[in-house]
């Protein structure tokens, strides 16, 4: 009886790695593949017999590997992974198929599942629209200096306060968007240019005259 669980038989397992920054250290989670003993002494092994990959394989991936004669109250450890090299919205689902050990009258056709989810945003990409603009940089005016809000609110480094940081995060990838990635190396180079440190300012100034205004208008409030 194969299980993602040790005690409790569990046939599916969803992974949510949630919003993740692209280009970011790719996180990983381990996962066990348990088979559950029902009767000591009188529990058949356990074959993997295959895994079937749908959807964003690529960049959702797991090392899970088939296998034969995984003994009753054993388990087989993997992982799964999420790679942040390109922006955008993923999911995969790993179907497997397990059967008892090849003996008479074994069990055939057993089958699990494991559904992985993952959003990879460019970094100052608020409101996930593909781009960082000058949408992104209005939601860190409206909300400058606030605290307790979300990425969506303009919480880019998710510190947990709205502030010069978070500004210098929108100016330092101001006109990124999803088509340019992967990204060029912070040096320049090859493929798509690296803004100059002037350009940087510039934007930088802007938002924080924006936050500037924003607060003198609460202020008169």
């Known amino acids: 009886n194969g299980s993602f669980d040790g005690a409790l038989d569990e046939n599916s397992e969803v992974i949510d790695f949630g919003l993740v920054f692209v280009n970011a250290t790719s996180p990983s989670q381990g996962l066990s593949l348990h088979n559950l003993e029902s009767t000591a002494g009188y529990t058949a092994a356990l ?5 079937l990959g ?9 090392d ?11 388990s087989s450890a993997f992982n799964v992974m999420l790679d942040t090299s390109v922006p955008g919205d993923f999911s995969a689902t790993y179907s497997l198929t397990l059967s008892d050990e090849d003996l008479d009258g074994e069990l055939t056709g057993m089958s699990m599942t494991i559904d992985l989810i993952a959003q990879v945003v460019i970094q100052g990409d608020v409101n996930i629209d593909g781009k960082v603009d000058g949408l992104d940089a209005n939601a860190i005016s409206m909300n400058f200096l606030a605290t307790g809000l979300s990425y969506g609110d303009g919480d880019v480094n998710l510190d947990g306060k709205i502030d010069g940081l978070d500004a210098n995060i929108i ?8 088509s ?17 440190p002037a350009t940087w300012a510039l934007v930088a100034l802007g938002l924080f005259s924006l936050g500037a205004s924003s607060r003198r208008r609460r202020r008169r409030d």
């Not at 074959?47 to 895994?51: A, E, G, M, R, T």
């Open 47 to 51: 074959d993997l017999d295959s895994i």
């Open 180 to 196: 340019d990635f992967p990204m060029p190396p912070p040096s320049g180079g090859p493929g798509n240019p690296v803004p100059e």
């Open 171 to 178: 100016a330092m990838n101001f006109g990124l968007m999803n």
């Open 54 to 62: 749908s959807g964003d394989t690529s960049t959702l991936t797991t």
């Open 64 to 74: 899970l590997a088939t296998f034969s004669d995984l003994a009753a109250g054993a």
